[in-house]
């Protein structure tokens, strides 16, 4: 398991690996490739929201022998400055996008998770060749429905149709 520093204390197991924002490691197993894993910064919400959200991490995946970034999964975030660096720096060929655009009563107008707008500004940067909507249903402080997801990403010419990726629970998928 690969999770943050934070979580590896909270786990103590010896198989999980506990990773800081730029640091890698590698998993292998006999007969397969190698794969490299790198934590990418992420923001659980507005500035200074760590001690409230915790420490959050992306992941980049990518096998060894290729430069390449071929999964880029961005965690819970919103799209701060980091994240926007770490778009334009991977060459990224899938991109799950955390989206939702959680917030919480308490809380107002303040976003935890990003929204369609992100969403299609991150695809802007990323250039990916696919991406995926992920993590945007399913519990009760996602604010941007699935709907108006869809028809926010469908109506602009920044997000073609044919990168976007939408997944049906429980369904097998072909990328």
Request: net charge positive; hydrophobic share 40%; glycine share 10%.
């Amino acid at each position: 398991m690969v999770t943050t520093v934070a979580g590896q204390r909270r786990l103590r197991a010896g198989s999980v690996r506990g990773l800081r924002p730029g640091e890698t490691t590698q998993l292998s197993a006999p007969g397969k490739p190698t794969l490299t894993v790198t934590a990418t910064p992420c923001r659980h919400g507005p500035p200074l929201s760590r001690p409230i959200a915790g420490a959050v991490i992306g992941f980049a995946l990518s096998l060894t022998g290729s430069s390449t970034t071929r999964l880029w999964m961005t965690g819970d975030t919103v799209l701060s400055r980091p994240v926007q660096r770490v778009a334009q720096n991977l060459d990224v060929d899938v991109l799950p996008m955390h989206l939702g655009s959680v917030r919480f009563p308490q809380t107002g107008p303040l976003r935890y998770s990003m929204d369609s707008g992100d969403a299609l500004r991150l695809i802007d940067l990323a250039n990916p060749r696919i991406a995926i909507p992920v993590h945007d249903e399913g519990w009760s402080h996602f604010r941007e429905p699935e709907q108006h997801l869809r028809a926010t990403l469908a109506r602009t010419g920044a997000a073609p149709q044919r990168i976007l990726k939408w997944l049906t629970p429980g369904e097998a998928q072909a990328m």
